[in-house]
């Protein structure tokens, strides 16, 4: 049968349009992200020339580069959105290293007997002093999260555990806690270290140097960690063990306790001010204004983390986090590639690289406070860390479960794309521990998925054996299957929340 010319060549076009947009577009889903994908990028950023990627060192360099690069090269842009600094959003830090100290503790005339590596004490500038009698403040605050002593000029011993009031609202961090101790004047912070803390490897850490955000560089002249036994030794002479003075420290009506013994806290210390760098790639959306989402993990690590002596002195950080900057390369090169032919999402799709997460989510939180994108745009923020842990197949899990409202549509897309999710919430146990917290607590909505942080047995014989050691390496044996379903998984869920028509987030409670 023969129709008119003119509905003939209706078809005709129809057809050529549906093939060059529509089902075109279906049939090039791209194939799916493979392991051997995820392996090459992190050979690259694991690989003892980026020297263990740490922040203001040469390492950096090269890993910034090769971020910025390999997104450019994917066809992304500077997602800064400053052309002053395209790419890398400058974040300025200091460093403290200690590297001598010393310190005496008498209880009138006669000498404590204190270990003298016991404790470890950082200065705030290169050589400080502080003398006195010390209080034990407990946590630091009360039930109302006020400073529970007058501190002005003191030597504070705290508990670094976060305290626990009952029906007492959200109370300070530690980090918090030590902020508002020195802002009250405090001469000297010494936290206890938690009971059973493996000291070598404190110590290891310690001596590696702290960070703060110049932003916020609050500290006392001198802090300090201190080993339980020593706490102990100058808690007795007022007449109590650590052990008691902790149990009345978590009671509503707890007083602090002025201790009967003189210390003397001497610290020299190296300080650095310097940049380091978020680095910030961006998939414009078809739609400017419509909103943003944000993918984001750390690219730094350790650096050379062992002295002259050990055979191996770099802590490469292939699976922390390595494996999650893999993870962000290969979504942004499957989106992008995407884009270009096509199928370009609404929103814009942020690649973030941040640095000194390992020194406490420093450039995340320097992101929060300053973002590139106002943060009641982000529709959400997905964190990606460690992810070379499980093997292929496993259930995905959400760390921030029950926290963004953004659960049931994550479970639902896992199962989609063939996952099974595992909906307890263990998970959360590393809340705190991950970038994407920083953003959270900001009220961002949130989440790391990801099928590392289902399984805790296997995700603890990780971190209690080369996690943070120089033995975390690229090897023939890293398990690379999770790493990729969770780059999969990863475009699943950007496809789903760049889409305006799939994702509102006015329509989604929390
Ligand atoms: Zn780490």
Not at 109 to 120: G, V
Not at 394 to 403: H, K, Q, S, T, Y
Not at 473 to 494: F, P, S
Request: with cysteine; glycine share 10%.
């Amino acid at each position: 049968m023969i129709t008119s010319f003119r509905a003939c060549a209706l078809s005709a076009l129809a057809l050529v349009t549906a093939l060059s947009h529509g089902p075109a577009t279906a049939q090039q889903k791209p194939a799916p992200i493979s392991e051997s994908e995820v392996r090459a990028h992190i050979a690259v950023l694991a690989s003892d020339d980026f020297e263990g990627r740490a922040p203001g060192t040469s390492g950096e360099m090269k890993t910034i580069d090769y971020l910025a690069k390999t997104w450019d090269s994917y066809g992304l842009v500077s997602g800064t959105n400053d052309p002053a600094n395209p790419w890398f959003q400058p974040v300025p830090l200091v460093e403290r290293k200690p590297y001598a100290q010393s310190f005496s503790a008498m209880r009138g005339t006669r000498p404590l007997k204190i270990d003298s590596d016991a404790l470890i004490l950082t200065g705030r500038n290169a050589t400080d002093a502080v003398s006195g009698a010390p209080v034990f403040v407990g946590h630091g605050v009360g039930a109302d999260g006020k400073l529970n002593a007058d501190v002005r000029g003191r030597i504070v011993i705290m508990l670094s555990a976060e305290p626990k009031f009952e029906g007492a609202a959200k109370l300070p961090t530690r980090r918090e806690r030590e902020k508002l101790l020195a802002e009250a004047g405090a001469a000297a912070v010494l936290l206890t270290a938690p009971k059973g803390a493996p000291w070598a490897s404190v110590r290891t850490a310690l001596a590696g140097g702290s960070m703060r955000l110049a932003s916020d560089d609050v500290s006392t002249t001198i802090s300090g960690l201190i080993r339980p036994d020593a706490a102990n030794a100058l808690i007795k002479p007022a007449g109590m063990s650590l052990a008691t003075a902790t149990k009345r420290a978590g009671e509503p009506d707890f007083v602090p306790v002025d201790l009967p013994v003189t210390l003397e806290l001497a610290a020299s210390t190296q300080v650095r001010s310097f940049a380091s760098h978020n680095v910030i790639g961006k998939i414009p959306g078809a739609k400017p204004g419509s909103g943003a989402v944000v993918l984001l993990g750390h690219w730094d690590h350790f650096g050379i983390c062992r002295s002259e002596e050990a055979e191996d002195r770099i802590c490469n950080g292939a699976v922390d986090n390595a494996s999650g900057m893999a993870v962000l390369l290969t979504v942004a090169e499957r989106l992008a590639r995407a884009a270009a032919q096509g199928a370009q999402l609404d929103r814009d799709v942020y690649f973030m690289g941040t640095t000194a997460e390992e020194r406490g989510l420093l450039g995340a939180y320097h992101f929060a406070d300053n973002p590139v994108v106002p943060l009641d745009q982000i529709v959400v923020a997905l964190n990606i860390d460690t992810v070379a842990i499980a093997p292929k197949g496993a259930p995905v899990a959400l760390v921030g479960r029950g926290e963004s409202g953004l659960d049931e549509i994550v479970d639902q897309i896992a199962i989609a794309g063939g996952r099974t999710v595992d909906t307890d919430t263990e998970a959360n146990a590393f809340i705190r521990r991950q970038d994407g917290w920083a953003l959270g607590a900001k009220g961002v909505k949130s989440i790391m998925a990801g099928g590392s942080f289902s399984d805790m047995a296997l995700l603890q014989a990780f971190l209690t054996s080369v996690y943070h050691q120089p033995d975390d390496e690229l090897t023939d044996k890293t398990e690379l299957g999770g790493a990729a379903d969770d780059a999969n998984l990863h475009i699943d869920l950007v496809r789903h929340f760049a889409d305006e028509a799939k994702y509102n987030p006015a329509t989604t409670g929390d």
